[in-house]
């Protein structure tokens, strides 16, 4: 089977893999849904640069070596604000061995975004793409109105999981993301 999927409860989703829309919140509610992709079956690696928040280059390029989780959140989504500390506190969990990137989508200003990350104590840095522009870099994981999503990409930078919706719990992500790490290192032993 191409992907695992595991339903943690979705009251509303995205337009986006044929599920409903969001109406006029712009962003989902209730649990996320979440998937892991076998490492036979993940696609080419996901490249995208652009500047973070504060107008520096970033690349996931850049990144790649080690899991990286991609945050899309913006300071107007509720459920962002309200996930964020265990978001915060998954990315500490997990230390070096993983990387956090953020996708800020639709605030109306860097300083907004600027803001929430002062809040809530976020440390790792996130592409300022208030059009959306980077989450076209993940086509069949994200589409232009998928928030709150977490992309889990294994060190080659594929996509290796996925949460679309409200995170379930700060351990769904520390778990997912042990899990790319694990099935990573299992690929390299048969690859030889």
């Not at 973070?52 to 690349?59: E, H, R």
């Not at 840095?125 to 208030?130: M, N, Q, R």
Request: charge should be negative.
């Amino acid at each position: 089977m191409a992907c695992l999927l595991l339903v943690t409860g979705l009251t509303a989703c995205t337009g986006f893999n044929g599920l409903e829309s969001t109406g006029d919140k712009g962003f989902l509610t209730g649990e996320g849904v979440v998937t892991e992709v076998a490492a036979a079956d993940r696609g080419a690696p996901v490249s995208f640069k652009g500047t973070d928040l504060d107008g520096n280059a970033i690349s996931l390029q850049d990144l790649r070596g080690k899991p990286v989780v991609v945050v899309v959140w913006g300071s107007w989504c509720t459920p962002c604000r309200a996930e964020a500390p265990a978001v915060v506190a998954a990315a500490e969990e997990l230390g070096d061995s993983a990387q956090f990137v953020g996708i800020n989508i639709r605030d109306g200003s860097q300083a907004q975004s600027q803001a929430f990350v002062r809040r809530f104590g976020i440390t790792y840095p996130s592409f300022w793409s208030p059009d959306g522009e980077a989450l076209l870099a993940f086509p069949g994981v994200l589409g232009l109105r998928t928030i709150p999503a977490f992309a889990a990409l294994d060190e080659r930078g594929r996509v290796a999981g996925s949460i679309i919706g409200r995170l379930p719990s700060r351990q769904t992500l520390v778990d997912l993301t042990d899990g790319v790490d694990q099935k990573t290192g299992a690929e390299q032993s048969s690859d030889g």
